[in-house]
């Protein structure tokens, strides 16, 4: 049984394999397997200096605003606080909570903690909360994160530095995975955050077509900000801004050594709703209400806006297709080989799977938990057979029924008044 489709691999000549591999070999390998290992090996040779020197910039505020998360707010400022560079101004906004997040803050106010405490009194989304902190803020460079994250003593300082170049508008930080350790899925979750954040990132950045600043932790000039009127509603707002920031002229850049740790789902049902969220705020975001940026006859644009937009519909809608249609293809051209076939390109992404978190492990110094190879191993198998499907499906459900418009994301009342792309 195995030795005939065995035979059949083993017979190929050159033409025949890579007819058949046409898939790993032209569009895989090119895209994430090689440029990864080679930034890996360049940072490996040129390191980062081992010191932080911040930017010079005229203060920082933290904008931090949050719904029922009482629970976590006091541990992420005092991790803030613990900084080697300190922001000048944190701002709890509260948005609508029923936990006592409000208290809270008015608590920590009043200990010295934070510096405003802000709230929308109902429930308005997390771009009106943020958008109410930014009207108080006071820094010239203003850091957006998540309630439940938490940062190294230097997170900051380090988040600071290209605010050296004057031309900067926006820094992406380094996200971790807190709770890594959780379950299965956070485990694979923790090999995704290193290879397409700590790694990934390090391609784009140094390819100039950076288009997210994870909402979780990144920082922004707030003339940047002001130019571009702030955020608009979610889901998906931190792509959002990014796209208007760097539409706006600004750089966007990535700082590998600014890092932070966030909590992510435990579970498969609540980490296929965050994918699913995701992936539908995608479309929205990059096909409906910035497709312009791919109209050459339009006069704003880039080749490099284009690019960055290309790349990450790529790798979060192309691909998913373009490996189904392969799928198919091998069936319909080799019937029952096709089996054989799947297995050769399964080995071959379980091979790619360890190459690539070996390589995200060497650019993440304490972070990268090499231990988890074997995780890696089979995330590869995850990636590629199951969380593909969750992005083609959400890519065809926004499509056609524009389900990111009903998400619960975003309050019902907030939804009505959003603009529909």
Not at 214 to 220: C, D, L, R, T
Not at 332 to 338: A, K
Request: charged residues 20%; positive net charge.
């Amino acid at each position: 049984m195995i030795a005939e489709p065995l035979d059949f691999l083993l017979a190929l000549d050159r033409a025949g394999f890579l007819a058949m591999f046409w898939h790993a070999l032209f569009i895989e390998i090119p895209r994430f397997l090689l440029p990864g290992v080679l930034i890996a090996l360049a940072t490996l040779i040129r390191p980062a200096e081992a010191t932080a020197s911040p930017a010079a910039v005229q203060g920082v505020t933290v904008l931090l605003p949050g719904h029922n998360e009482a629970d976590r707010l006091e541990v992420a400022v005092r991790s803030m606080r613990l900084q080697s560079r300190p922001p000048d101004q944190i701002i709890v906004v509260d948005d609508g909570s029923s936990d006592g997040m409000g208290a809270l803050a008015r608590r920590l106010k009043k200990e010295g903690l934070i510096d405003l405490a802000l709230s929308t009194r109902l429930r308005a989304g997390k771009s009106a909360a943020a958008n109410l902190g930014l009207r108080y803020a006071t820094g010239e460079v203003v850091v957006i994160a998540d309630v439940d994250t938490t940062y190294d003593d230097d997170a900051f300082a380090r988040l600071l530095e290209p605010f050296g170049d004057p031309r900067c508008g926006a820094v992406a930080g380094n996200l971790g995975v807190r709770n890594w350790d959780a379950s299965m899925m956070t485990r694979w979750q923790t090999v995704q955050y290193l290879e397409s954040i700590s790694l990934g990132r390090r391609v784009t950045d140094m390819l100039g077509v950076l288009y997210i600043v994870s909402g979780a932790f990144g920082a922004f000039r707030r003339a940047a900000l002001t130019r571009v009127g702030g955020w608009d509603v979610g889901p998906g707002e931190d792509a959002d801004i990014t796209v208007k920031v760097r539409q706006a002229g600004w750089r966007v850049r990535f700082a590998p050594e600014a890092w932070a740790l966030t909590d992510v789902p435990e579970s498969l049902p609540a980490l296929v709703r965050q994918r699913l969220r995701w992936n539908r705020s995608l479309v929205r975001i990059r096909l409906r209400k910035f497709g312009r940026l791919l109209n050459p006859a339009r006069e704003s644009f880039t080749l490099r806006n284009a690019l960055g937009v290309i790349d990450v519909l790529f790798f979060q809608l192309v691909l998913a297709v373009s490996f189904t249609v392969y799928l198919i293809w091998l069936f319909l051209t080799y019937g029952s080989f096709g089996w054989a076939i799947v297995g050769a390109v399964t080995i071959f992404y379980m091979a790619m799977g360890l190459v690539s978190y070996i390589a995200a492990c060497a650019v993440s110094g304490e972070y990268g938990r090499l231990r988890l190879w074997p995780e890696a191993i089979c995330y590869g198998l995850f990636n590629s057979y199951f969380l593909r499907f969750v992005r083609l499906y959400a890519a065809v459900d926004e499509l056609i029924f524009r389900t990111s418009y009903r998400d619960d994301y975003v309050p019902p009342k907030v939804r009505e008044t959003t603009e529909v792309f």
